[in-house]
């Protein structure tokens, strides 16, 4: 099964928290969001519009940019070990891969 953003975000977000030894409490303060709905942010359980990602992010002092970037490493990831279990699995060995040569093209 493929692993949803919100559910990477949420890691990202979780263990920004966790790092600065903050309470869910603090961070819901901070961000003024409530804390229920901050943990279902950071179990994956709900997508949090950009606005709620920057408040967010705004009370744990990081960037939105670097939380993305982090949650885009690691889908990369996830799609690479996910490839490497299933999708290699499923490619012919028979199947041979043609790479024309290098054709220059002269420009009159």
């Not at 993305?68 to 028979?94: C, K, P, S, V, Y």
């Amino acid at each position: 099964m493929a692993t949803l953003l919100r559910e990477v975000i949420g890691d990202v977000l979780r263990r920004a928290r966790i790092d600065q030894g903050r309470t869910l409490r603090e961070v819901s303060d901070a961000a003024r969001v409530s804390l229920g709905y901050l943990s279902e942010v950071e179990r994956g359980r709900k997508e949090a519009s950009s606005e709620l990602l920057s408040a967010i992010c705004g009370a744990l002092d990081i960037p939105l940019s670097r939380v993305l970037a982090d949650a885009g490493d690691e889908m990369a990831q996830e799609e690479l070990r996910e490839f490497a279990r299933e999708g290699a699995a499923n490619i012919d060995e028979t199947t041979k891969v043609v790479i024309p040569h290098e054709v220059s093209m002269a420009v009159a």
